[in-house]
């Protein structure tokens, strides 16, 4: 019983950093019908600049977020209205081509800088565990969840309480209707490629202390936000929310059921069932077919 | 001499290229390392045309093709070890493993339109290499399988293996330019192009794309089986590589997607440089760099790849004559006939109800497009549906055609309920629909745009010739009926509006259809072809063709139409001949306006609903 109470809280909290790192993915997708396969490139990029931060000034990974949050979201404009931009109206499966490019570069350039082993940030705290009863959580992973979900609070605040989160959400749903009412679609498009990168700062920041990570690790990591994405729905952010526990669960039940080799499997048998079942994912909608 | 400037010039420079490539080996025998680098750019050269098939043709982008190889090479690699057969042998067991899973993964995944196919391809490529890790009973996990040496000798090593990869190169080619002249190929172009117009003509989108993925996976297979023979060694992480995917893009995409020969030139010179970037650039770190960067560079600068760039170069150093519609041919009297369906189910006679809209409504949000409606079409009529805009006129046709489903009520046609079944099944029973805004592939010619409907969902027909035989006869026996004959060679994209809009009429009628809903015929077209098209469409509906036709020009619909049922607000509110619509108080309220009653039999002058003068002329 507590190895099930232990399981399932652990997996929750897997899952709410899932949840943050697929939210950025879910939004740009929302807003631009762009798959930004660097999303996971995005990440280790940031897990590394996070592990060189520690090494070099001993400050917490976690904390780090401070700086590497500021960082993406520039270096999410810049990206944008360097490359991304270039493609607008050009078939979306340009864009996946074009960001999967990018993924590449980010990992080769990774490679010849910081080499090809494997790392991981290891803070003062980061063998201990909070205990709460018979149950034991880990600090770095309650850290972690803590701040993805500060974040993704912040996220939802942002989105549904300011004007800009609005002008997102209006150009996400229509956006020529946007564009008639003084929502510029370019100029929107370029902010929430920008705060998509953003949530990589601290989600990327929590990874390198929780997993070990090496450039060519973004692979793992897109897939596995990838299937967050479609289980959930895409471009819904309660759907991200939704999938990212969902299979945080189902990750850390087959760990400790199963074995650690198949839990990583689980999670695309989990994928493939939902689709089976609900093709346009839990909370996605489906598109209207037609439209003349 | 002729018969050879008969064939194509691109065929030509192709079947010289591989006298060259076959001659090599001979020529040049004992240098294995260019053999080497030749072999794999043949092996790449099958995945890049193979890739082709489901990302080219149908735009549907895989990034996780290289998951075809390590199958193929997995499957052979272990049934070779446990039965010591020779791997070669068994090659094509690599193939029929990677058709199976393509057509599991893709009836799960391909059902639906949009993104989730790029992104499990993905999460499938790193699935297939946790599965060979772990499943050690049979893959022996991380460490690999190792095979037996080539049985010949040493010093013809590379030579065989050249000639293998050369010879599946070569059917791969061959494979590919069969498929895109059946009818699955421009079915499959249709779907890039515009699936929902697909679905609509009869492509069963759902079925031609899982073919399409199982097509674009076979070869891959049995060269995986070929090359792990090549390599007497396969592991996960070797066998199901995500930089063998990049590869494979990069190839097609560097050539030219969607094209027959792009993919091949595109694998000769990816494989030349990746060779350049691990000899002289340090190794696999440099590799992926510099793929990253050509990817990027590729997609940014040169996104239709080489062959169509200098294609579309060649053409503006070599215009064309320009034509213009065969006005005189489309103002002849050729008799327009329509095919027996294949399977004629007992047509109802004259006079009975074919179309049986019951209380069928649509709600977008808090807006009802279409509100409780009820709606018959009778076989033998020319019935219009004319109301003001945003009645819910289009809407009620996307609910019959199957584009929307409706939120409650019934559907019949020809005594089956439809409501309930795709698109493409109710274009096989004998629907058939235009669009107000053209939706022609503008990518396909004018011939291929009129050949890609299905009459039915037999396999049969769907590889079909469609560039030879019975149905590229018809689509030209179409095309001269509406006048466009001359065209059919031409890019559909190329045609003027009212071009399109007949060129769409023909595609219709490919469908052999019973009932062809029109939606604003006669819009953009000019006078003296729309004067033509109600010939055509008198002409159809003589010979047993039923229409329902939505159009705002009022005098060609009084002319042609009866019965005229009046939509406003979602619903019908009269129905009737049109001598009665005419004059009926409510129509002229909610839709008329009073100037009808007053001017009578000639309509009225310019009262701003579009009226022609040969519109007016089709009235008297």
């Known amino acids: 019983m507590t190895q099930l109470v232990q399981a399932i809280v652990l997996g929750l909290l897997i899952g709410g950093v899932y949840a943050l790192m697929a939210s950025g993915l879910t939004l740009i997708f929302g807003v631009m019908r762009i798959i930004n396969v660097a999303q996971g490139a995005f990440l280790i990029l940031v897990a590394m600049i996070t592990w060189w931060l520690w090494r070099v000034t001993g400050i917490d990974p976690i904390l780090a977020s401070v700086i590497t949050t500021p960082l993406m979201f520039g270096f999410g404009w810049v990206a944008y209205r360097l490359l991304l931009s270039r493609i607008r109206g050009a078939s979306p499966s340009m864009s996946v081509l074009l960001t999967f490019g990018f993924a590449l570069v980010i990992e080769g350039v990774l ?37 993805a979900m500060v974040v993704l609070a912040a996220l939802y605040y942002v989105l549904t309480r300011t004007w800009t989160g609005r002008a997102i959400r209006a150009a996400t749903q229509n956006p020529s209707g946007a564009a008639l009412v003084g929502v510029g679609a370019a100029g ?6 920008a705060i998509g990168s953003a949530t990589t700062g601290v989600g990327g920041s929590i990874l390198s202390v929780l997993y070990p990570f090496f450039p060519a690790s973004h692979y793992d990591w897109i897939s596995r936000l990838l299937g967050i994405v479609v289980l959930g729905g895409m471009g819904s952010l309660p759907g991200a929310l939704a999938g990212a526990g969902i299979l945080g669960l189902a990750e850390t039940l087959t760990a400790t059921y199963g074995s650690l080799n198949w839990s990583t499997l689980v999670f695309y048998i989990v994928i493939m069932v939902v689709l089976l079942i609900r093709p346009q994912g839990l909370f996605g909608a489906k598109l209207r077919e037609d439209t003349v | ?33 260019p053999q080497a680098v030749m072999l794999l750019a043949f092996l790449l050269a099958v995945q890049a045309s193979s890739w082709n098939i489901i990302s080219g043709y149908a735009g549907y982008i895989s990034l996780g093709h290289s998951m075809f190889l390590g199958l193929g090479s997995y499957t052979v690699g272990i049934v070779a070890a446990r039965w010591g057969v020779n791997p070669l042998w068994i090659a094509p067991l690599g193939g029929v493993t990677a058709v199976v899973v393509a057509v599991l993964i893709g009836s799960v995944v391909l059902r639906t339109r949009g993104h989730a196919f790029v992104i499990i391809t993905i999460a499938m490529l790193l699935a297939a290499q946790i599965l060979a890790v772990n499943f050690k009973s049979f893959t022996k996990g991380s460490d690999g399988i190792t095979l037996d040496l080539p049985f010949w000798d040493r010093d013809f090593q590379n030579i065989p293996f050249y000639y293998a990869f050369l010879i599946l190169m070569v059917l791969t080619v061959l494979f590919s330019a069969w498929i895109r002249r059946t009818k699955l190929g421009t079915g499959l172009v249709a779907i890039r192009e515009d699936e929902g117009k697909a679905a609509s003509i009869g492509v069963d989108t759902t079925r031609f794309k899982i073919v399409g993925y199982a097509a674009s996976s076979f070869f891959i297979g049995v060269a995986g089986g070929v090359y792990a023979y090549y390599l007497t060694f396969i592991n996960p992480v070797g066998s199901f590589a995500i930089l063998g995917s990049v590869t494979i893009v990069l190839a097609a995409l560097v050539g030219g997607r969607g094209t027959l020969y792009g993919p091949v030139i595109g694998a000769f010179i990816v494989q030349v440089v990746s060779e350049a970037a691990t000899v002289y650039g340090g190794g696999g770190n440099a590799r992926v760099l510099v793929f990253g960067l050509a990817l990027m560079v590729v997609v940014l600068f040169l996104p239709k790849g080489i062959l169509p760039t200098v294609q579309a170069w060649w053409r503006a150093r070599h215009p064309e004559k320009v034509e213009y519609t065969d006005q005189a041919g489309a103002l002849s009297r ?3 006939a329509v095919r027996e369906r294949t399977e004629p189910s007992p047509a109802p006679a004259q006079g009975e109800v074919l179309l049986d809209v019951r209380g069928v409504s649509k709600r977008f949000g808090g807006l009802t497009a279409v509100d409780n409606a009820d709606l018959t079409v009778r076989q033998g009529t020319i019935t219009a549906l004319i109301g003001p805009n945003g009645s819910g006129k289009t809407t009620l046709f996307n609910l019959i055609s199957g584009g929307m489903q409706a939120d409650s009520g019934e559907i019949w046609f020809d005594g089956r309920r439809i409501d309930g079944l795709r698109p493409w099944t109710r274009g096989h029973l004998g629907l058939g629909r235009t669009f107000q805004v053209t939706r022609l592939f503008k990518e396909m010619t004018v011939q291929e745009n009129v050949v890609a409907p299905l009459p039915d969902s037999r ?16 689509a030209r026996e179409l095309l001269d009926t509406v006048g466009l004959g001359r065209f059919a060679d031409q890019p559909a ?37 729309l004067g033509r098209l109600t010939e055509v469409i008198r002409e159809l509906n003589r010979s047993g063709v039923t229409f329902l036709v939505v159009e705002h020009n009022i005098p060609l619909v009084l002319d042609l139409c009866d019965p005229v049922v009046v939509f406003s607000h979602g619903a019908p509110i009269a129905e009737g001949p049109p001598s009665r619509i005419r004059t009926d108080p409510v129509v002229l309220d909610a839709y008329l306006g009073d100037d009808w009653a007053d001017h009578g039999e000639d309509g009225p002058g310019d009262n701003g609903h579009g009226t022609t003068a040969a519109a007016r002329e089709a009235v008297q």
């Open chain 2, 1 to 33: 001499m002729t018969r050879l400037k008969a064939i194509p010039r691109a065929h030509l420079i192709a079947g010289l290229c591989l006298v060259a490539l076959l001659v090599y080996p001979v020529i040049n025998p004992w240098q294995p390392y």
């Open chain 2, 493 to 529: 994209g190329a045609l003027s509006y009212g071009q399109q809009k007949l060129v769409e009429l023909a595609q219709v009628l490919m469908l052999e259809p019973k009932l062809i809903l029109l939606d604003e015929p006669a819009g953009g077209v000019n006078p003296s072809l």
């Open chain 2, 334 to 336: 050729t008799r327009v």
């Open chain 2, 459 to 474: 396999w049969r027909t769907m590889l079909s010739d469609a560039v030879h035989g019975h149905e590229a006869a018809r």
């Open chain 1, 188 to 193: 929107t498009a370029a902010l929430a490629f």
């Open chain 1, 111 to 147: 490679n010849v800088t910081a080499g090809n082993k494997f790392k991981s940030a290891t803070p003062s705290y980061f063998e201990e565990s909070f205990r709460v009863g018979a149950i034991s959580l880990p600090k770095a992973q309650v850290f972690g969840f803590v701040a």
